[in-house]
C-alpha cells in the first residue's frame, strides 16, 4: 500500500509519491526525465527532451478554452540530497522513505525532494485529468537548479507559445513571489604542503546544527557548522599546536552547512582534550537554539601527513577570515536580504581545500564586489577563485494580469489577501523572462519547511489548497 494513499487531491500525492521512489539528485536526474517522456508519450502528448534531461510536455486546450492564451507552468525535477549521519541510505540509488505525521510529510533520514518535486506532481496531475478546464497548457519541468539553474539557463524555449507563466517553487503559501536576487557561486582554493610531525591524530566531528536555505533562510541567523569547525581549529592551533590533515563539511553551495569534520594531529593529546572542552563549552553558549548541536574529538590513525605551519595558517585564514552572511539589507522593504553570501561547501583534495560560496544580491554590482572581496583575500594567501554558474536576477514587473488573476482567486477561496513580495532566493524565472520577452511571470506554492535539510516536511493540506488555488487560475483563463 502506498503511504500517501488516501490523501486529497488523490493524483497530486500519487504523483508526488512515484517522484519520491526515483533518486533525482541533481546530476542523476535521467531516471526521472525519462520516466516522465514515457508518462507523455502513454498519453499522447507533444513532448521534447534536451542533454540535460530537461522535459517540455504539452497539452491542448480543453473544450471551449480554445482561443484562450497558453500558460506555462515550470519547476525543477533535481533535490537536493542531504541526510543526517545515522542514516545509511544511497540516495543516488534508492527511493526515499516516506512518512507521513499529522499534516506533515517527511522523508525518514534524508531531505524530502518537496522542492520541487510538489511542481512536478501538480503538473502530472493537470496533465492526467482530462476533466480540468484549462487553456493550451506547456508544462517544463527543468533541472540543475539546486547546482545553479543550469536547466532554464540552456533549455530551448522555442515549443512555447505562452506569455503567461506560473513558477511554483516557493514554500510559502499565501504568497506570490514577484521578483528574485541573482547570484553566482565562488569557488576558492588554497594550496598546502605537507609534513611528517609528531603526535597523536584525532579526528573531529561536528553535527546537529539548523542549516537550512542559504537564500530564504539566511536572516535567521543560523550558525555554519564549516564556519565553525574554523574557529574550532583556528584555536586548537594556536592553544594546542595541531596541525590539519584534512578538513570538511556541507553537501551544496546553497545550503548553510549542518554538519562539518577534521583529521588533526596534535603534539599533545591532554591539551588538545582540554582546548577541544573548551570550544565546545564556549559554542553551546552561544548556540542557544541549536539544541541538536553535539562535537566529538576522537583518537584515530591517519596514513597521511599534516599540513605544514604555513598551510594551516593560509588555510585557515580564509576559512574564518571571509565575509559569511547578509551583508546588506534591502532599504524599503523590511526582511529582505539585498546582498549576502553563505560558505556552502569545504573540500580537501591532494594539494588544495576548496571553499564554495554561494553569492546572492539584487544589486548586481554588490554581487560583483562581494566576489572581488572573495578574490582579494585569497590572492595574498597564494591561492585563486574561480566563478561557477551566474544566473540573472527577476525584476518586479508592475503590473502583471496574471498576478492579479491569482490575488482575486486567493481571495475569493480564503477570503484572505495574498502577500506580494520578492525573495533573496534564486528562481528560474529570471532566466525564462529574459528568454520569452513580455513574460507575465508569478511564482507560487505550498508550506515546505527546512527545505535543503533532513527536516524538511510538506504540509498536506497547504498542499491540497495550492492545488485548488492553480486549479480555479486555470479555469478563469478562460478567454
Known sequence: MAVLEGLKPEKVFQYFEAICQIPHG????????????????????EHYQDELNNVIIIKEASAGYEASAPVILQGHIDMVCNQVETCTKDMA?????????GDLIYAEGTT???????????????????ALPHPRVEMVFTTEEETGLYGAEAIDVSPLQGKRFINID?????????????????????????EAYEGQAFEIKLSGLRGGHSGTEIILGQENAVRTLGRLLYELQEDAGTRIVTLQG???????????????????????REVFESCKATFA???????????????????????????CQRVLAYLI????????MTIGIDGLPQTSLSLGVLRTFDSEVEYTFCIRSSVDSECEMLARRLECQIKPLGGTLRREGPYPGWEYAPVSPLRDLIC?????????????????????????????PGLDCVSIGPDVNDVHTPMEKLSISSTRRTWELVVEVLKQMKA
Open 408 to 436: 482575486k482567486v486567493y481571495k475569493e477561496q480564503t477570503g484572505k489577501d495574498m502577500v506580494i513580495e520578492a525573495i533573496h532566493a534564486g528562481l528560474e524565472c529570471g532566466y525564462f523572462s529574459g528568454k520569452i
Open 170 to 194: 516557493s514554500e510559502d503559501e499565501g504568497i506570490v513571489t514577484v521578483g528574485c536576487a541573482g547570484g553566482v557561486t565562488g569557488i576558492g582554493a588554497v594550496p598546502f604542503t605537507r
Open 250 to 272: 556541507g553537501v551544496a553551495d546553497n545550503v548553510i552547512p549542518t554538519s562539518a569534520s577534521a583529521v588533526i594531529v596534535a603534539p599533545t593529546a591532554d591539551k588538545a
Open 26 to 45: 541533481s546530476g542523476n536526474t535521467k531516471a526521472l526525465s525519462d520516466w516522465l517522456v514515457d508518462f507523455a508519450k502513454a498519453r499522447n502528448l
Open 112 to 130: 524530502l525532494g518537496g522542492d520541487d518535486g510538489v511542481a512536478a506532481a501538480f503538473m502530472l496531475a493537470i496533465l492526467d485529468d482530462d
Open 93 to 101: 540509488a534508492e527511493g526515499l522513505d516516506l512518512v507521513v505525521d
Open 321 to 328: 577570515g571571509t565575509p559569511n552572511g547578509i551583508e546588506k
Open 285 to 311: 553558549h552561544e548556540f542557544k537554539v541549536d539544541t541538536d548541536f553535539d562535537m566529538t574529538l576522537a583518537e584515530t590513525d591517519s596514513a597521511l601527513d599534516p599540513m605544514d605551519e604555513d598551510s
